[in-house]
């Protein structure tokens, strides 16, 4: 089963009163390349957090993110009185009072409004309390976007199958139309021979020669072998329940390579229409493989 890289997941799981908060999207990337959000308290977890999303994402952008929604309950603070900078503000006040002779008249109140002077801190939360809470979400989460991208791999799997049956149907035409390209290049060279030399009698022997040099030349059974052969291996992948997306990737780009090659040495203009509408469907299929996983 293919997956798509595009989709949306989310997850919640309550605890405590606190509800948590999972969101993830995921688009096309040549890579595994994850960026997750969290609140300052819980960063200490990033790490094992992303350990977990690329367990269940082998490939493109992932953007995760994780909230904490407390609701009514005040969150706890302590407050912390920064010595250092009320020193630093007296011995200012005293300069200039000594200074300009003026009274050093600097009220509690102004000074606690003093930026800085009294730090607010929010309690740090229990992690190990709250860990299986946020993984919880974020399993929920990825099962979610997991549906999805399996829906979207789905569709495109359907796709795949009904470009890969024109692609075939069509080096089988041109498989069929193979045997027929010597035959016609001896008829349409004795045909030119006998305009050009008129009386002057045929030599068999070198127009045997030449067709046989030109059915070397264009044989092209070596190129449909490999690219029905690479068509075959296709299909195995879609069944495969890993990422596979590079490797169509590459098979798409041996099979154009395979009906370049074949167009080059047929020679035919028949066939040459032919790998042009093949070369269509390839395109679309690569299209589509840019956001398999």
Not at 37 to 62: S, W
Not at 149 to 174: C, H, K, P
Not at 188 to 211: F, G
Request: aromatic residues 6%.
């Amino acid at each position: 089963m293919i997956k798509s890289m595009t989709a949306y997941g989310r997850g919640e799981w309550e605890l405590d009163g606190k509800v948590f908060t999972c969101e993830i999207r995921t688009v096309n990337h040549r890579y595994r390349d994850i960026h997750l959000r969290l609140p300052k308290n819980f960063q200490p977890l990033e790490e094992e957090l992303k350990a977990l999303i690329a367990a269940r994402i082998g490939r493109g952008r992932v953007e995760a993110s994780l909230q904490v929604d407390s609701g009514d309950e005040q969150l706890a603070y302590h407050l912390e009185l920064n010595e250092a900078l009320v020193k630093s503000y007296m011995n200012i006040f005293e300069a200039l009072a000594q200074e300009f002779d003026v009274k050093k008249d600097v009220s509690l109140n102004t000074l606690c409004q003093m930026k800085d002077v009294i730090i607010y801190q929010p309690d740090p939360p229990d992690l190990d309390h709250m860990r299986p809470a946020l993984y919880k979400a974020l399993e929920l989460a990825l099962d979610s976007l997991d549906s999805m991208r399996a829906r979207e791999g789905e569709n495109i799997e359907a796709d795949f199958r009904e470009r890969l049956d024109q692609i075939e149907n069509v080096i089988q035409d041109i498989e069929r139309l193979a045997p027929q390209l010597v035959d016609e290049y001896r008829a349409n060279l004795r045909e030119k021979i006998t305009r050009l030399l008129q009386d002057v009698e045929l030599d068999e022997a070198r127009l045997a020669q030449e067709v046989a040099y030109f059915a070397e030349r264009s044989d092209i059974t070596e190129e449909i072998v490999r690219t029905k052969s690479h068509l075959a291996q296709f299909r195995e992948y879609l069944s495969a329940n890993e990422p596979i997306g590079r490797r169509l990737d590459f098979l798409l780009q041996e099979i154009n390579r395979e009906v370049n090659t074949l167009s080059t040495k047929a020679a035919n203009a028949t066939i040459s229409k032919m790998v042009v509408e093949v070369k269509g469907e390839l395109e679309r299929l690569r299209e589509q493989a840019q956001n398999v996983e």
